[in-house]
Structures are given as C-alpha cells and as structure tokens.
C-alpha cells in the first residue's frame, strides 16, 4: 500500500536561514512526487512536481528513489514562506496520496 | 474566470440533517475529486469522478454519496448527518494529461455538525 510521511508537524527557521522539508513515501511502483502549499486563507496549490525538475519560489525538490525520500529545500527561508506544506503521491491509479503536512514558520 | 467553485464555506448543522455541498468548475476538466481533512491530519480521497457519470469510491470509507451528472458539477451529499461527519471537504479536479500540473483545489467547506 502506498504510504507518505511527513515526521514534522511544525518546523520554525530564522530568516535567511536553509530549510528543508522531510517526505518519506512507499509505493511499489513508479512514484510520482508533488508539493503542494497553503498560505494563510488561501487554498492548496500546485508548489512543484518532481518530473520537472524546477525551482519554485526558490524551492527545489529531488526524488531520491534509493531512500523514498523527496525532501523540499530553500538556501534561504523568507517570512512568506510560512504556511502549510504537504508532500503528495500520485499511484498508477492517478489519484493523489497526501501527507500530514509540515507547517512551517519563518521568525523574522 | 475559470476556476473551482465550493459552497457553502461552512456549514453547521444539526444530526439527521440531509446536506449537499456544491463544487463547480468552469475549467472543463474531466477529472474531479472529494477530499476530507481533519484538523492536523492527511487529506484523504473519498470520492473521484473521471468524467459523466463516472464515480467511483476512494481510499476512506465514507457514509457520503456523490453524482456527475454534468461535466462541471460535482456534488457531495450526506443524507443524515452525524456528529462524525464533522470535517473540512475539499474539492479538487484535474484535466486528461495532466501528469505535469497537478490539481486545483477549491477553498473548502468546512462542516460542523451539531
């Protein structure tokens, strides 16, 4: 059965400061990793996929099969960074497992 | 503006209520989804729809219904409402191929029953 994790429920950083988000997922197929992000009042959206290899926001994620891992990371968090962050799986079946979620806070 | 649309945002209500929360998207997606969050737990896919008439269950059990009479509307009903049924249901749809952009979520409705 496919399963993501995410250990931290809450992560607080310093401005300026790197962050990194945990996701431990397991599937027996071909993952598909996303993040996605919901700033206060506002909705969950789309933050990254791993299939496109982008930065977002200064955000970069990277599928380490060998560890089921997808860890998202910023060099340098900034206060508009902080909201709710989930990690998310997409089965052959096409829908999308989701995380706890981290919320993550940047102290000024 | 093409979007995805849920009503009411919140909703409380007394046990044995029948209620239906509304989600329409004007985005022509075929592809259409419930969800329901707990406060500090995972999002978990309770219905999905991959086009008219077309519904199918998700991974939690839910006491809910859903129906897909119309591309665009995808409507959630519990015919009797119980206080376990409290919960934020979010709505989301996606298109064909949309292996490299994800799902637009809607705002919520988040359902207190009383």
């Known amino acids: 059965a496919q399963r993501v994790t995410q250990p931290e429920k809450l992560l607080s950083v310093f401005k300026g400061a790197p962050v990194e988000l945990k996701c431990n997922y397991s599937?027996?197929?071909?993952?598909?990793l996303f993040w996605y992000v919901q700033y206060s009042r506002q909705r969950l959206q789309l933050l990254l996929r791993?299939?496109s290899r982008e930065s977002i926001k200064g955000f970069t994620a990277d599928l380490n099969k060998g560890e089921t891992s997808f860890h998202l990371k910023k060099p340098f968090a900034q206060e508009e960074d902080s909201a709710m962050y989930y990690c998310?799986?997409?089965?052959?079946?096409?829908?999308?497992?989701f995380g706890t979620g981290t919320r993550l806070t940047v102290i000024p | 503006e093409a979007d995805i649309y849920q009503t009411p945002r919140y909703l409380v209500i007394g046990t044995g209520k029948k209620i239906t929360l509304e989600c329409s998207q004007t985005?022509?997606?075929?592809?259409m989804y419930w969800y329901q969050q707990d406060p500090g737990m995972e999002l978990h896919l309770i219905h999905y729809s991959y086009g008219v008439n077309s519904t199918e269950k998700g991974d939690l059990s839910s006491e809910s219904t859903v129906s897909r009479i119309r591309t665009e509307h995808f409507p959630l009903t519990l015919e009797s409402a119980r206080p376990s049924h409290t919960s934020q249901y979010l709505c989301?749809?996606?298109?064909?191929?949309?292996?490299?952009?994800?799902?637009?979520f809607g705002s919520g409705t988040r359902l207190t029953v009383v």
């Open positions: 791993h299939i």
């Open positions: 985005m022509g997606h075929d592809k």
């Open positions: 599937y027996s197929g071909s993952p598909e």
């Open positions: 998310a799986l997409r089965t052959g079946a096409n829908n999308l497992f």
């Open positions: 989301a749809s996606s298109e064909p191929g949309d292996r490299d952009y994800g799902y637009t």
